[in-house]
């Protein structure tokens, strides 16, 4: 149903967007956020993206409280614009559908969950002509001095415990498990 047809027209009606048909393409994952997790501010432009997608899969009893929410920011003037406040917070509701435009200005994040109840959703996005992005604006690079061991005390970073013999040998053993 997601991918059909009739499903697509709709949203094309809705967005006023041509989005390709299916093809061979589906682009759709599943993410369970639990107790502290989070998903930092990013925009979904890349490959044609053009509208994303999320079916909420939560618990029927979840609250604000519970966080998780989707976060949506306003963006400033600069090129390209960069995103700033939280502009709008939407709470996963159970068996809700949620989707908005990929743009160059469609920055969100999943704020964090903050409750032993799973955040389980469905997202992807459909595709349509790729969009234009404004061009990078990019500082010129900063000249760093090249630091070496007769320029900076490495042992004054890190304890002398993590370069004993039998400590690298613990933690190589923890993680190769």
């Not at 925009?43 to 079916?55: K, M, N, P, S, V």
């Not at 509701?93 to 799973?118: I, L, M, R, W």
């Not at 500082?139 to 001095?145: K, L, M, T």
């Amino acid at each position: 149903v997601l991918y059909s047809e009739k499903f697509r027209s709709a949203l094309e009606n809705i967005t006023g967007l041509k989005l390709q048909g299916l093809g061979t393409d589906v682009s759709m994952s599943c993410a369970v956020y639990e107790d502290t997790n989070v998903l930092l501010c990013h925009d979904d432009e890349l490959q044609g993206r053009r509208i994303a997608y999320i079916f909420y899969l939560v618990p029927e009893d979840w609250e604000e409280e519970d966080g998780g929410a989707l976060d949506l920011f306003d963006v400033d003037n600069n090129t390209p614009p960069q995103p700033t406040t939280i502009a709008n917070s939407l709470i996963p509701k159970f068996n809700s559908f949620t989707f908005f435009e990929v743009s160059p200005v469609s920055y969100h994040q999943v704020a964090e969950v903050k409750s032993d109840k799973k955040r389980l959703s469905v997202s992807g996005w459909f595709h349509g002509d790729p969009i234009v992005r404004p061009p990078s604006v990019m500082d010129q690079p900063v000249q760093c001095e090249t630091l070496t061991s007769e320029t900076i005390n490495i042992d004054a970073f890190i304890d002398c415990d993590y370069s004993r013999a039998q400590t690298i040998k613990q933690i190589k053993k923890q993680h190769t498990k």
